[in-house]
Structures are given as structure tokens and as C-alpha cells.
């Protein structure tokens, strides 16, 4: 190598390191009785878990998806701006995604009492 490659990493090695100090790690995440009801299920670390994976298991255990959703009410109504992102929030978007199939089909919506169906008029 010649001198000119070595000064060129040493230099992106330098500002690497300075980025990296200057950064602060990110605080942790409050403790969430959400995420620990589908930790203790089977699901494993949800920490770094993307949302649609997190759907996909979900969507395996449909009963686990609705009462995750419905525990998630709450933390949805009173959640601020960076919530959908933390591991709660992506958890709770996953068993409402997970569990909107599964209420349609054995929760459907019930007739008006003048709807007579359609083609029925």
C-alpha cells in the first residue's frame, strides 16, 4: 500500500472514531408488561425485533394477538410522537395488524335494523 491509501484510512478511521464518540447510546426502554406477555409466550427478544416479523409470529398465535391488542388500547391513546418506533409500540402495531383478520371473522359487524342485505332491496 502506499502512503497516500494509508493516510486516506487512517483519516476515515479518525472521523469514525470522533462520530462515534460523540454520539450518546440511546437510553433504554421503560419496562413493558406488553412486550413481556409475548416474550414469556415464545417469541425471544423483541428488542431489535422489525415490526413485520413481529406480525408474523403473532399471526401464529391469534389469541395471544388479540389480548396483546386489546392491552395495547391504552398505551395507543396516551402514546406521544416516537412511540410507534419503540419496542412497545412496534408490538402493539404487529397484534393489531395480527389480530384485525381474526375479530372480522368471528366478531362480524352486526345488520342495521333497516339494512335488509344487499341485492335484498
Do not use: F
Not at 33 to 38: D, S, Y
Not at 74 to 79: G, I, M, S, T
Request: contains cysteine; hydrophobic residues 35%.
Amino acid at each position: 500500500m502506499t502512503s497516500r491509501h494509508l493516510t486516506g484510512i487512517t483519516l476515515c478511521s479518525g472521523l469514525w472514531l470522533i462520530g462515534a464518540a460523540c454520539t450518546k447510546p440511546a437510553p433504554p426502554e421503560p419496562r413493558s408488561e406488553i412486550v413481556a406477555t409475548v416474550e414469556r409466550a415464545g417469541s425471544g427478544d423483541l428488542s431489535s425485533t422489525p415490526a413485520p416479523q413481529i406480525e408474523d409470529w403473532l399471526r401464529k398465535h391469534r389469541d395471544l394477538a388479540v389480548q396483546v391488542d386489546d392491552m395495547c388500547k391504552p398505551a395507543r391513546d396516551k402514546a406521544d410522537a416516537k412511540w410507534p418506533a419503540s419496542t412497545e409500540g412496534r408490538v402493539c402495531t404487529a397484534a393489531r395488524n395480527a389480530s384485525m383478520l381474526y375479530r372480522q371473522y368471528h366478531n362480524p359487524p352486526k345488520p342495521k335494523n333497516d339494512a335488509v342485505g344487499p341485492g335484498l332491496h
